[in-house]
């Protein structure tokens, strides 16, 4: 995918600095040279979670011999596609300077619905019919928080509640059973030796990390994400821009309810209870800011690896749940914390 680090871009004449720049064009050029350890800590600093990953895998290899083995990786990567799949959704929705707490019920309806739909009607007309769900569900996000100006927290706390009931009344509180002949496949199906649903994370990654970082569309998020007046004032539809980033999110979420739904030829209406908070958690440990107009894809990759890593040592060694829990936690604080810092030095 494009590994390039964004962050929000207005246009603005060559004569007038950029919000938050301090230095004139004459200050930069009499400005001292950097020292090799300055540029060392602004290295470390940017890329932080990257070392953070790479000893994590040291430290996974150390705890437990069998880390690196295809096999091991095979299980930590389809364990974890719908919830990177969700996240690339979310990062979007964060970069835009929103927050979606609905993807939860979004993701458990969407897989209650696949496996009803797929008991009914051919397994790829229920799977495009499920995404149109999910995106239904996004644009209405969508809609209460850009045309109703309802708060993005509120919003969607609210819609969560409205989905979440809405997949108990579709499934009549009852996990809704499918063995139809190839339903399992995207959950656990293989092309050359890859889980199918990993293939699939691999290409949403990829196509959103280009749309993100490559296109117009991309670049637009990026600039209502870091000052909303401003990209308005450039002519961008700021309104339009950010409801569809809770379209993509509820598209991503429907891709995990059918991951998972087919994974465990079961699609239930609790399944997503608590993927929300570890969707942020992937997002916001790369890097990406809780303040929107800065992040990237790769930076998102980088967060799901870190949990992927440290709930597979801890189911693969025997690690109390609540050790999982105190790490990712201290993962994510300690991320909010940079972001903070880094916010202070660049004001």
């Not at 060392?40 to 790479?54: A, D, H, I, N, Y």
């Not at 799949?85 to 458990?108: E, H, K, N, P, W």
């Not at 889980?195 to 749309?211: H, K, Q, R």
């Amino acid at each position: 995918m494009p590994n390039t680090d964004q962050r929000s871009r207005v246009p603005a004449s060559p004569s007038t600095p950029r919000s938050g720049e301090k230095k004139t064009p004459l200050g930069d050029a009499l400005a001292p040279p950097k020292t090799f350890a300055v540029r060392l800590k602004e290295t470390m600093f940017r890329f932080g979670m990257v070392w953070l990953l790479v000893l994590l895998v040291i430290w996974a290899q150390v705890t437990y011999p069998g880390f690196l083995a295809w096999g091991n990786l095979q299980n930590l990567l389809s364990q974890n596609a719908q919830l990177g799949i969700i996240a690339v959704g979310m990062t979007y929705v964060m970069i835009a300077r929103g927050l979606d707490l609905s993807v939860g019920a979004t993701y458990a309806g969407c897989a209650v619905v696949y496996a009803q739909l797929s008991l009914m009607m051919p397994i790829p007309l229920a799977f495009v019919l499920t995404l149109l769900v999910g995106a239904a569900a996004g644009a209405l996000n969508g809609a209460i928080i850009t045309l109703l100006k309802v708060n993005p927290f509120v919003a969607t706390l609210g819609t969560g509640s409205v989905f979440g009931g809405a997949a108990f009344l579709f499934s009549n509180s009852s996990p809704i059973l499918n063995n139809e002949p190839g339903f399992d496949w995207l959950g656990l199906g293989m092309i050359a030796a890859v889980p199918v649903s990993v293939w699939l994370m691999l290409i949403v990654f990829v196509v959103a990390g280009f749309v993100l970082s490559r296109t117009a569309y991309g670049r637009s998020i990026f600039a209502i994400g870091g000052n909303p007046e401003a990209a308005r004032l450039a002519g961008l539809r700021v309104e339009a821009l950010s409801a569809s980033t809770y379209t993509l999110v509820g598209v991503c979420a429907a891709i995990g309810g059918c991951i998972i739904a087919s994974r465990l030829s079961v699609g239930q209406a609790d399944v997503g209870s608590t993927i929300v908070l570890d969707v942020i958690a992937v997002v916001v440990i790369g890097g990406t800011s809780l303040f929107g107009g800065e992040g990237a894809m790769w930076r998102t990759a980088v967060g799901l690896l870190i949990i992927a890593i440290i709930r597979n040592v801890s189911q693969s060694s025997g690690f109390d749940v609540n050790v999982e829990s105190v790490i990712t936690g201290a993962i994510v604080v300690g991320a909010v914390a940079l972001d903070a810092y880094a916010r202070r030095r660049r004001a």
